[in-house]
Every structure is written in structure tokens, then in C-alpha cells.
Nanobody, 132 residues
Framework: VQLVESGGGSVQPGGSLRLSCVASGYTYSTYTMGWFRQAPGKEREGVAAMDSDGTSYADSVKDRFTISRDYDKNTLYLQMNGLKPEDTAMYYC????????????????????????????WGQGTLVNVST
């Protein structure tokens, strides 16, 4: 079971990046997927998540970031537009079995972290740096 992120890099404020996360080793469609980030000296926080019912975004990235997934390619994406210096962080892709969540209740996983963390799968992270 593996998640591999890519697409991070350095960009100026206002710029864009698209992160990718390729999943392998499990039945991709049965998992809820999400993006998290951790800035230096801060706790990891949820950025966005999606399941078959829809998507959810943290307030800090709403209207700037878009999460999507390609089931044929077993790939999760995060399109990031209008990047700000405060978006600088290590970005992680994560997955959790959909049975661990109530239908449509993404927030209980990626925002409030109420799901059994032993069920989670994590990638190694990709670094995003936003600076002039």
C-alpha cells in the first residue's frame, strides 16, 4: 500500500502549482482521499478531502485550491492557485477507508481528526515554498 506525491516546488506569491498523488496496492475507489499540510513549527492540518459524495475545503484554501481524482489513473490531485506565503508547507496525501466515515462527513476526518488513525495511509510528502 503506497501513496507517492509529486509536483511541489518554489513559486512566487500569486502563482500556481498542481500536486499529484499516485496510489497503489489497494482498491483506490473504496478509499476517501485528502490533502494535508504541515508548516515548520506547526501541527499538520487538513487542506481538502473528497469522496464519492463530494469535496470539502479548509476555509484558508477555499476558492483557491481544487481537489480532484482520476479513478482510472489511481491519482489524486490538488490544483493550487493564488498561492500565498502562508501556504508554504510540506503537503501530504492521505487515504482512509470510506467505511470509517459517515457518508459525506469528510470534516470528521480531515478537519477534526476523529477517525482511527491506524486506518490511515500517508505519502512521504512534497514541499511547497511560496516566496518572492
Amino acid at each position: 500500500v503506497q501513496l507517492v506525491e509529486s509536483g511541489g516546488g518554489s513559486v512566487q506569491p500569486g502563482g500556481s502549482l498542481r500536486l499529484s498523488c499516485v496510489a497503489s496496492g489497494y482498491t483506490y475507489s473504496t478509499y476517501t482521499m485528502g490533502w494535508f499540510r504541515q508548516a515548520p513549527g506547526k501541527e499538520r492540518e487538513g487542506v481538502a478531502a473528497m469522496d464519492s459524495d463530494g469535496t470539502s475545503y479548509a476555509d484558508s484554501v477555499k476558492d483557491r485550491f481544487t481537489i480532484s481524482r482520476d479513478y482510472d489513473k489511481n491519482t489524486l490531485y490538488l490544483q493550487m492557485n493564488g498561492l500565498k506565503p502562508e501556504d508554504t508547507a510540506m503537503y501530504y496525501c492521505a487515504a482512509v477507508p470510506s467505511f470509517a466515515l459517515s457518508a459525506g462527513d469528510l470534516d470528521s476526518w480531515y478537519l477534526t481528526r476523529q477517525v482511527d488513525r491506524r486506518l490511515e495511509i500517508w505519502g512521504q510528502g512534497t514541499l511547497v515554498n511560496v516566496s518572492t
